[in-house]
């Protein structure tokens, strides 16, 4: 569970840090403060600071033990967190928040259907500069490692259920990871027992939430949760 009166306390400390140290107002007075105006005020200011893990597009914390504060963007939204914290601070571009904004109404309703815990936990922070910022839990979202340790799972899992004569290379070779969201729906369908599967895949088909590919997913406490989950805009 989120503590979110000591999120707001963090986040406006890490605004004014920011602010003073990262000329983080030199993004906040951009005219547009899109993505790409996002990248360039990170690239201008952390690509030497050595208390900054930053990197585009990867979505909420990867690995970044270490370092003081996480900075991170995708297409549409951006994320902010400091890492003595195990929380991150999420804010659409433009001048709306439709993607938070779901993503938070589908916390709720996954709340009340019953399968939050594959959910990493959101909620309503604040407005600052225009921004509307939600705080969100922070996973292990290292590419590499996730779709490595998916893998794994699947293949010791084959083999398990006699598949494959238990052939490891073989297993390997046939169950590529592509990262792709088929693959990664077949991983939760093998961790999942069979009502939690289908229960949880109907709330997403419900909900449009789509979009659930390896760059999407993450740990918490050895929890697998979708971190990436707005649902379809189109």
């Given at each position: 569970?989120?503590?979110?009166?000591?999120?707001?306390?963090?986040?406006?400390?890490?605004?004014?840090?920011?602010?003073?140290?990262?000329?983080?107002?030199?993004f906040?007075?951009?005219?547009?403060?899109?993505s790409?105006?996002?990248?360039?005020?990170?690239?201008?200011?952390?690509?030497?600071?050595c208390?900054?893990?930053?990197?585009?597009?990867?979505?909420?914390?990867?690995?970044?033990?270490?370092?003081?504060?996480?900075?991170?963007?995708?297409?549409?939204?951006?994320?902010?967190?400091?890492?003595?914290?195990?929380f991150?601070?999420?804010?659409?571009?433009?001048?709306?928040?439709?993607?938070?904004?779901?993503?938070?109404?589908?916390?709720?309703?996954?709340?009340?259907?019953?399968?939050?815990?594959?959910?990493?936990?959101?909620h309503?922070?604040?407005?600052?500069?225009?921004?509307?910022?939600?705080?969100?839990?922070?996973?292990?979202?290292?590419?590499?490692d996730?779709?490595?340790?998916?893998?794994?799972?699947?293949?010791?899992?084959a083999?398990?259920?006699?598949?494959?004569?238990?052939?490891?290379?073989?297993?390997?070779?046939?169950?590529?990871?592509?990262?792709?969201?088929?693959?990664?729906?077949?991983?939760?369908?093998?961790?999942?027992?069979?009502?939690?599967?289908?229960?949880?895949?109907?709330?997403?088909?419900?909900?449009?939430?789509?979009?659930?590919?390896?760059?999407?997913?993450?740990?918490?406490?050895?929890?697998?949760?979708?971190?990436?989950?707005?649902?379809?805009?189109?």
């Open positions: 569970m989120i503590n979110v009166e000591l999120a707001l306390r963090v986040f406006n400390e890490m605004m004014e840090d920011l602010i003073d140290n990262y000329n983080f107002d030199d906040l007075s951009r005219p547009r403060r899109e790409s105006e996002f990248g360039a005020w990170a690239g201008e200011n952390f690509n030497t600071a208390d900054v893990w930053c990197s585009n597009g990867s979505w909420a914390g990867a690995t970044c033990n270490g370092f003081k504060y996480l900075v991170s963007n995708g297409c549409c939204r951006f994320i902010l967190g400091n890492n003595d914290y195990p991150v601070f999420k804010a659409d571009f433009g001048d709306d928040d439709r993607y938070c904004s779901a993503e938070e109404a589908n916390y709720e309703m996954a709340l009340t259907e019953g399968v939050e815990d594959r959910f990493a936990e959101i309503y922070l604040t407005v600052f500069e225009g921004f509307t910022f939600y705080v969100m839990e922070k996973a292990d979202c290292d590419y590499d996730i779709c490595s340790e998916m893998q794994d799972i699947l293949v010791d899992t083999l398990e259920d006699g598949e494959y004569d238990g052939d490891e290379e073989f297993a390997r070779n046939e169950i590529y990871w592509t990262g792709d969201s088929d693959r990664v729906d077949e991983f939760f369908e093998t961790i999942m027992d069979c009502q939690e599967y289908h229960h949880w895949s109907a709330f997403c088909s419900d909900n449009r939430i789509t979009d659930i590919h390896a760059g999407n997913i993450g740990k918490i406490d050895g929890r697998w949760v979708v971190i990436d989950y707005a649902g379809y805009f189109g």
